[in-house]
T-cell receptor
Framework: TQLLEQSPQFLSIQEGENLTVYCNSSSVFSSLQWYRQEPGEGPVLLVTVVTGGEVKKLKRLTFQFGDARKDSSLHITAAQPGDTGLYLCAGARYGGATNKLIFGTGTLLAVQP | DVKVTQSSRYLVKRTGEKVFLECVQDMDHENMFWYRQDPGLGLRLIYFSYDVKMKEKGDIPEGYSVSREKKERFSLILESASTNQTSMYLC?????????????FGDGTRLSIL
């Protein structure tokens, strides 16, 4: 089974701080998606990165796909309490009939006001 | 907006019982998925289906089965529930696409097996 390791597993920071979450694998993925999950809800897609080296920005969030398409990072600038949640990366693999996702182990972020 | 609805938010069952988890989506998606979510392990794929009556095993299918009789509905069945199946179960759906389609998730069913 292909694995996606995320680090750190937990992160507790003060409002206004910057942070980076890493998503690493030894396998190559066709694309990589980032989801955020809030308590009591299912994960919601934030972004999809497709091309090696690609950088996408979503307001204060910056996503990067590694050149070799094996890893990705999520950088949050000036974190706010509303950023609190579980962040999951997911690598796409083609599994015969359709696409499937391999999910990372998750990073639980708590932003204190 | 896409809506994926799971029939129960919380469920408590006893070991040995047969348990049914139901999931309905309203966006005519071809693909439907069942995951379980455990702390530190992320989401692990149990089964998925890409068409009515079609199903494929995911990474952890042991102890589970699925049913997809209609396009909008995908059921997960625990044939004989055991305590190690206590977990959060998430259903998801997506359009058929080889690589980039996002998956849309329900809010989950927290299942406890006593």
């Amino acid at each position: 089974t292909q694995l996606l390791e995320q680090s750190p597993q937990f992160l507790s920071i003060q409002e206004g701080e910057n942070l980076t979450v890493y998503c690493n694998s030894s396998s190559v993925f066709s694309s990589l998606q980032w989801y955020r999950q809030e308590p009591g809800e299912g994960p919601v897609l934030l972004v999809t990165v497709v091309t090696g080296g690609e950088v996408k920005k979503l307001k204060r969030l910056t996503f990067q796909f590694g050149d070799a398409r094996k890893d990705s990072s999520l950088h949050i600038t000036a974190a706010q309490p509303g950023d609190t949640g579980l962040y999951l990366c997911a690598g796409a693999r083609y599994g015969g009939a359709t696409n499937k996702l391999i999910f990372g182990t998750g990073t639980l972020l708590a932003v204190q006001p | 907006d896409v809506k994926v609805t799971q029939s129960s938010r919380y469920l408590v069952k006893r070991t040995g019982e047969k348990v049914f988890l139901e999931c309905v989506q309203d966006m005519d998606h071809e693909n439907m998925f069942w995951y379980r979510q455990d702390p530190g392990l992320g989401l692990r794929l149990i089964y998925f289906s890409y068409d009515v009556k079609m199903k494929e095993k995911g990474d952890i299918p042991e102890g589970y089965s699925v049913s997809r009789e209609k396009k909008e509905r995908f059921s997960l069945i625990l044939e004989s529930a055991s305590t190690n199946q206590t977990s959060m179960y998430l259903c998801a759906s997506s359009f058929f696409d080889r690589f980039n389609q996002p998956q849309h998730f329900g809010d989950g069913t927290r299942l406890s097996i006593l």
